[in-house]
């Protein structure tokens, strides 16, 4: 089968655009600012760009199946509306002018009077999308796990932790794995329903919060967390704090989604297709990793303290240590006017690679700069100040921990960090 498949640079994107080929399927995948390097026939698409002019995306010749895998996270309502409703639609609408069935991936809880900018915008597309008179399905899953997800990736940073504070350990929902939602959506092309229609997509079991943690824990051979509740007011600061940092895992919008139920059943799906997820303990065999998620639970921690070393040795060399930092370059021959100057500017810089780490777009410079400030800081003082070496605090030989912590974040840093900076 010819398939178009929308928003294939995504994560349920990547994975169904794997999936699907691997089937057999002749796919044309597309994407905003498509990878030359990935494998497959690719087209550029932009969802907002159709929503300002349907006009936009030449249809390709051949397709008989259109799916809708493109969705944001994001709390911005008018970016929402113009990608998941308005682009939608104008993309649902070509698909029924060149007579192509749609497989709308939506979300559960897309529902009429749904109370958040994502929901809402995903209800509108489908509304519209059901009512064209076209062979079309609106697939709604639960939370899809696995590499490369947001939220995946956020539940990942939280399993090492024994004792994690959580938004919500009450209200349950329904994971799947991503192998599930692609299996689904292969069932679901051997057995198209007759009528439109809107299927849910979850996995068999009902958990809360603590327990998929629990779930993730066991994956990696650690035993059962211990789990608290954020106080609500603790809460609403993170999460408008996200929002202020353009987290996609902790804003208002998923503290809202987070403290209620998600549920469905799941035997209107089997009874289309006959197909049934299995439960996500199941699944976790390649994913999550032990060594992987205790790096991704050490970054923000070990990012923080190089925060607070630089920018506490800023001012405390600005301040309470000014006298002291000229004693000791009076000891290295270095007095008057250029020991104050060489204090302060040294301060300065500190203070510059401590803010620089708080700044995405400049977080590898930074890590790359601390590694060279350290280096040249510890050959002058082997050179002009060897005695600092058998300091019984070894304040010193200290450093050279930071070596490989500075080192190791920056590579961690995203591809589209690094690209950026």
Same mark, same amino acid.
């Given at each position: 089968?010819?398939?178009?498949?929308?928003?294939?640079?995504?994560?349920?994107?990547?994975?169904?655009?794997?999936?699907?080929?691997?089937?057999?399927?002749?796919?044309?995948?597309?994407?905003?600012?498509?990878?030359?390097?990935?494998?497959?026939?690719?087209?550029? +698409?932009?969802? !907002?760009? %159709? @929503?300002?002019?349907? #006009?936009?995306? =030449?249809? $390709?010749?051949?397709?008989? &199946? /259109?799916?809708?895998?493109?969705?944001?996270?994001?709390?911005?309502?008018?970016?929402?509306?113009?990608?998941?409703?308005?682009?939608?639609?104008?993309?649902?609408?070509?698909?029924?002018?060149?007579?192509?069935?749609?497989?709308?991936?939506?979300?559960?809880?897309?529902?009429?009077?749904?109370?958040?900018?994502?929901?809402?915008?995903?209800?509108?597309?489908?509304?519209?999308?059901?009512?064209?008179?076209?062979?079309?399905?609106?697939?709604?899953?639960?939370?899809?796990?696995?590499?490369?997800?947001?939220?995946?990736?956020?539940?990942?940073?939280?399993?090492?932790?024994?004792?994690?504070?959580?938004?919500?350990?009450?209200?349950?929902?329904?994971?799947?794995?991503?192998?599930? +939602?692609?299996? !689904?959506? %292969? @069932?679901?092309?051997? #057995?198209?329903? =007759?009528? $439109?229609?809107?299927?849910? &997509? /979850?996995?068999?079991?009902?958990?809360?919060?603590?327990?998929?943690?629990?779930?993730?824990?066991?994956?990696?051979?650690?035993?059962?967390?211990?789990?608290?509740?954020?106080?609500?007011?603790?809460?609403?600061?993170?999460?408008?704090?996200?929002?202020?940092?353009?987290?996609?895992?902790?804003?208002?919008?998923?503290?809202?989604?987070?403290?209620?139920?998600?549920?469905?059943?799941?035997?209107?799906?089997?009874?289309?297709?006959?197909?049934?997820?299995?439960?996500?303990?199941?699944?976790?065999?390649?994913?999550?990793?032990?060594?992987?998620?205790?790096?991704?639970?050490?970054?923000?921690?070990?990012?923080?303290?190089?925060?607070?070393?630089?920018?506490?040795?800023?001012?405390?060399?600005?301040?309470?240590?000014?006298?002291?930092?000229?004693?000791?370059?009076?000891?290295?021959?270095?007095?008057?006017?250029?020991?104050?100057?060489?204090?302060?500017?040294?301060?300065?810089?500190?203070?510059?690679?401590?803010?620089?780490?708080?700044?995405?777009?400049?977080?590898?410079?930074?890590?790359?700069?601390?590694?060279?400030?350290?280096?040249?800081?510890?050959?002058?003082?082997?050179?002009?100040?060897?005695?600092?070496?058998?300091?019984?605090?070894?304040?010193?030989?200290?450093?050279?921990?930071?070596?490989?912590?500075?080192?190791?974040?920056?590579?961690?840093?995203?591809?589209?960090?690094?690209?950026?900076?």
């Amino acid at each position: 089968m010819r398939i178009l498949l929308v928003g294939a640079g995504g994560f349920i994107g990547r994975h169904l655009h794997a999936a699907l080929r691997a089937a057999g399927h002749r796919v044309l995948a597309s994407a905003r600012r498509p990878d030359p390097a990935a494998p497959g026939e690719w087209c550029r +698409l932009d969802l !907002a760009e %159709l @929503a300002r002019d349907p #006009n936009a995306f =030449p249809w $390709p010749a051949g397709i008989e &199946l /259109v799916i809708n895998a493109a969705g944001l996270l994001s709390t911005d309502r008018d970016r929402l509306r113009q990608v998941q409703q308005l682009g939608a639609c104008a993309l649902f609408d070509l698909a029924a002018a060149h007579g192509a069935r749609v497989l709308q991936i939506s979300a559960l809880g897309a529902e009429e009077g749904a109370d958040t900018d994502f929901l809402a915008s995903k209800a509108a597309a489908e509304r519209h999308l059901l009512g064209l008179g076209i062979p079309a399905v609106v697939l709604r899953p639960s939370l899809v796990l696995g590499p490369g997800a947001a939220s995946s990736t956020w539940l990942q940073r939280l399993s090492p932790w024994p004792w994690v504070p959580l938004l919500d350990n009450r209200a349950r929902l329904q994971p799947l794995h991503i192998d599930d +939602l692609c299996s !689904a959506v %292969l @069932a679901l092309q051997q #057995n198209w329903p =007759p009528h $439109p229609c809107s299927l849910a &997509l /979850v996995g068999p079991e009902a958990l809360t919060q603590g327990q998929l943690l629990d779930r993730l824990r066991a994956a990696q051979g650690w035993g059962p967390g211990r789990y608290r509740t954020l106080p609500r007011p603790l809460a609403a600061l993170g999460a408008l704090l996200g929002e202020r940092l353009g987290w996609r895992a902790l804003n208002r919008q998923t503290l809202r989604l987070a403290r209620r139920d998600n549920l469905a059943s799941a035997e209107p799906l089997a009874a289309v297709c006959g197909y049934r997820c299995l439960p996500i303990a199941m699944r976790l065999h390649d994913w999550p990793r032990p060594a992987e998620s205790v790096g991704l639970a050490l970054q923000p921690l070990l990012l923080a303290l190089l925060v607070v070393v630089w920018l506490g040795t800023a001012l405390v060399c600005l301040g309470p240590g000014f006298d002291w930092g000229l004693r000791i370059l009076a000891e290295a021959g270095i007095t008057g006017w250029p020991a104050r100057l060489a204090v302060i500017a040294g301060s300065l810089f500190d203070g510059l690679l401590g803010a620089g780490l708080l700044l995405p777009r400049w977080r590898r410079r930074a890590l790359q700069a601390q590694i060279l400030l350290i280096l040249a800081y510890s050959a002058l003082i082997t050179w002009l100040l060897p005695h600092y070496w058998f300091d019984p605090f070894q304040g010193v030989g200290k450093n050279l921990v930071l070596l490989p912590v500075c080192l190791w974040l920056s590579w961690l840093q995203p591809a589209s960090e690094r690209s950026r900076s």
